[in-house]
């Protein structure tokens, strides 16, 4: 899996367009992959996210609720979602 991952983005607009959201959002990985497979993809878009949760961290995968609900808790803990807003790409 690592290798497949470590091609790049799928789009050759995601960097460009996640550097632009990034301007006005915060903005989060909820990844299928593991750690090391996302960081290789992770350096090629060229934006700092504000949290990174894959499924080597929840132990579990897309579409499991777990993995949503995993990553919604996190991000009220840390102070990263206020109130119950946020959107899923």
């Given at each position: 899996?690592?290798?497949?991952?470590?091609?790049?983005?799928?789009?050759?607009d995601s960097?460009?367009?996640?550097?632009?959201?990034?301007?006005?959002?915060?903005?989060?990985?909820?990844?299928?992959?593991?750690?090391?497979?996302?960081?290789?993809?992770?350096?090629?878009?060229?934006?700092?996210?504000?949290?990174?949760?894959?499924?080597?961290?929840?132990?579990?995968?897309?579409?499991?609720?777990?993995?949503?609900?995993?990553?919604?808790?996190?991000?009220?803990?840390?102070?990263?979602?206020?109130?119950?807003r946020a959107?899923?790409?």
């Amino acid at each position: 899996m690592a290798g497949a991952c470590s091609i790049g983005p799928a789009f050759p607009d995601s960097a460009a367009a996640l550097q632009y959201l990034k301007e006005h959002y915060k903005l989060v990985i909820l990844s299928n992959v593991d750690n090391e497979s996302f960081s290789f993809s992770n350096r090629k878009l060229g934006v700092e996210f504000d949290a990174i949760y894959t499924a080597e961290d929840i132990g579990s995968y897309k579409p499991s609720l777990r993995n949503f609900e995993y990553m919604l808790e996190k991000l009220q803990a840390s102070n990263r979602l206020k109130g119950n807003r946020a959107s899923h790409s």
